[in-house]
């Protein structure tokens, strides 16, 4: 698989790491579009537009913009079969993945994934790679929308806490978290990254891992 996992994207770890990641695909990939999945609605494209502009530095030509509620586009399911990579967003874990399911574009994703589409994950979207969002908790997200299937996509064998501080402010919730939990975990600071192409993987920053 070809995936990248990040807290934050406004850092140079974040940049290095996208930058060594693209560099490491095919660069007949960048004719293709990146499709920007929101996590939420982002009608004046405020989350959108910078992410779009970093892509179009990084070499990609087009970034489209899909949404998955009120405005969720009827072709969506074919603009992800013509991407050359998905970015998918940071924001509201619980929303996020509740959204992915009910248009079914979550079991999509997995199965571009094993075909080899790129897929960059930001904070919530990073977490939704892994095989639960149960550690969003760790970061302060709350299920407001009742979201009782919180299965991710098991893109990856452990579980993630983007936005850790150094040093880390709720280690006790976190470690009790982990007695709990049959998965690593990975603890990701604003200028970590993790970085797979294939089955080779690299860590930018300095990530911990709790075994």
């Known amino acids: ?9 406004a850092s140079l770890e974040a940049m290095n790491a996208l930058t060594f990641f693209i560099g490491n695909l095919s660069k007949d990939l960048l004719s293709l579009p990146v499709i920007y999945i ?12 910078p992410i779009k502009i970093m892509y179009q530095q990084l070499g990609f030509k087009q970034v489209d913009y899909i949404e998955l509620e009120d405005d969720f586009q009827a072709n969506a399911s074919t603009l992800l079969e013509k991407a050359g990579l998905i970015h998918l967003s940071g924001g509201d874990t619980y929303r996020f993945l509740t959204g992915l399911k009910q248009r079914g574009i979550d079991k999509q994703l997995r199965c571009l994934a094993e075909e080899g589409t790129a897929i960059v994950g930001v904070s919530a979207g990073a977490m939704i790679m892994t095989p639960s969002i149960d550690s969003a908790i ?3 997200d709350q299920n407001t929308v009742g979201l009782t299937d ?17 040093p880390i402010s709720n280690l006790s919730e976190i470690e009790i978290f982990k007695l709990q939990s049959d998965n690593e ?5 604003d200028t970590d990254a993790v970085v797979i192409n294939g089955n080779k993987q690299q860590t930018f920053g300095t990530p911990i891992w709790l075994k």
């Open 1 to 9: 698989m070809n995936l990248v996992l990040l807290s934050n994207t």
């Open 38 to 49: 929101a996590s939420q609605p982002d009608p004046k494209r405020v989350y959108f537009t």
């Open 138 to 140: 760790l970061c302060g």
């Open 150 to 166: 919180t299965r991710g996509l098991h893109l990856v064998s452990f579980l993630m806490v983007p936005h850790v501080s150094e």
């Open 185 to 189: 975990l990975l603890l990701c600071k």
